[in-house]
């Protein structure tokens, strides 16, 4: 029987597990309870010889928005920040990690906005098709937090330029420009979503599965290496405390000055 969740659903079906974020009227923003369980769930799918693709989309109008900034800065006031920050830093690695390393092909079919933990996670995946009216971003900067994930892996795919621009600037981009500078795969009109994702699964199916996990476990041994002190460093720091309480109080924060020992 699957496993009940909170915030995800996991549904089995020809081959296919299709992994949900579940919280429509949060935008899918992932909290920590939200990491864990999709850890699980894809965990779950690994070692389900029943489950030969996995998918990964959002409900409602958004893929993800990121992690939960409203349960960040709520543990600041309480003053539980660091320990927050810590669980947040450990759950979303292990979810990253799971998808990244999971040995059946993951396919993160992008149906709405996609931000922040989102882009993480369609970089974590293997192949990813997105609704033509979607739209990117790498928001981490304005809120004072940082994504090892993003660090390490988003000039693999749209090049140091674009990446760093992105990343540094947190500008929104588009689907058309997702597909041009090789985040997506592909892009189709939003009702053709989940018909080209079947389609692909279908495909998928009719090869070795494990000449795919092969081919996914050597591509993924060229990755660069992951550094979690990017996020702890980042996410324990004032700015951090400033950025996501601006956030919550719907403001502008008011940034620390950058010390040359930082």
């Given at each position: 029987?699957?496993?009940?969740?909170?915030?995800?659903?996991?549904?089995?079906?020809?081959?296919?597990?299709?992994?949900?974020?579940?919280?429509?009227?949060?935008?899918?923003?992932?909290?920590?309870?939200?990491?864990?369980?999709?850890?699980?769930?894809?965990?779950?799918?690994?070692?389900?010889?029943?489950?030969?693709?996995?998918?990964?989309?959002?409900?409602?109008?958004?893929?993800?928005?990121?992690?939960?900034?409203?349960?960040?800065?709520?543990?600041?006031?309480?003053?539980?920040?660091?320990?927050?920050?810590?669980?947040?830093?450990?759950?979303?690695?292990?979810?990253?990690?799971?998808?990244?390393?999971?040995?059946?092909?993951?396919?993160?079919?992008?149906?709405?906005?996609?931000?922040?933990?989102?882009?993480?996670?369609?970089?974590?995946?293997?192949?990813a098709i997105a609704a033509d009216d979607v739209k990117f971003?790498?928001?981490?900067?304005?809120?004072?937090?940082?994504?090892?994930?993003?660090?390490?892996?988003?000039?693999?795919?749209?090049?140091?330029?674009?990446?760093?621009?992105?990343?540094?600037?947190?500008?929104?981009?588009?689907?058309?420009?997702?597909?041009?500078?090789?985040?997506?795969?592909?892009?189709?009109?939003?009702?053709?979503?989940?018909?080209?994702?079947?389609?692909?699964?279908?495909?998928?199916?009719?090869?070795?599965?494990?000449?795919?996990?092969?081919?996914?476990?050597?591509?993924?041994?060229?990755?660069?290496?992951?550094?979690?002190?990017?996020?702890?460093?980042?996410?324990?720091?004032?700015?951090?405390?400033?950025?996501?309480?601006?956030?919550?109080?719907?403001?502008?924060?008011?940034?620390?000055?950058?010390?040359?020992?930082?």
């Amino acid at each position: 029987m699957p496993a009940a969740y909170e915030t995800i659903s996991s549904t089995l079906a020809d081959g296919v597990l299709t992994i949900q974020l579940n919280r429509p009227e949060a935008l899918n923003c992932v909290s920590t309870t939200g990491y864990r369980e999709l850890a699980h769930a894809v965990g779950a799918a690994a070692d389900n010889p029943d489950a030969d693709v996995v998918v990964l989309t959002g409900s409602g109008r958004a893929f993800c928005t990121g992690g939960d900034l409203k349960e960040i800065a709520l543990s600041a006031a309480d003053g539980k920040l660091l320990d927050k920050i810590d669980e947040f830093a450990d759950t979303s690695m292990a979810a990253f990690q799971a998808l990244e390393r999971c040995q059946k092909v993951v396919i993160a079919a992008i149906n709405g906005i996609c931000q922040a933990s989102g882009v993480s996670m369609v970089m974590c995946s293997d192949l990813a098709i997105a609704a033509d009216d979607v739209k990117f971003r790498v928001p981490e900067v304005l809120v004072g937090l940082a994504d090892p994930f993003v660090a390490a892996r988003l000039h693999g795919r749209l090049g140091v330029a674009r990446a760093k621009w992105t990343m540094l600037t947190a500008d929104p981009f588009s689907a058309q420009e997702a597909l041009d500078w090789g985040l997506v795969n592909k892009i189709v009109p939003k009702d053709r979503l989940f018909t080209e994702v079947s389609e692909l699964a279908a495909k998928l199916r009719l090869t070795s599965p494990k000449s795919r996990a092969e081919y996914k476990r050597g591509m993924n041994e060229t990755f660069p290496a992951l550094d979690p002190n990017i996020m702890l460093r980042a996410n324990r720091s004032a700015d951090a405390v400033e950025g996501t309480t601006a956030f919550l109080e719907r403001r502008s924060p008011v940034w620390s000055p950058l010390a040359a020992a930082e």
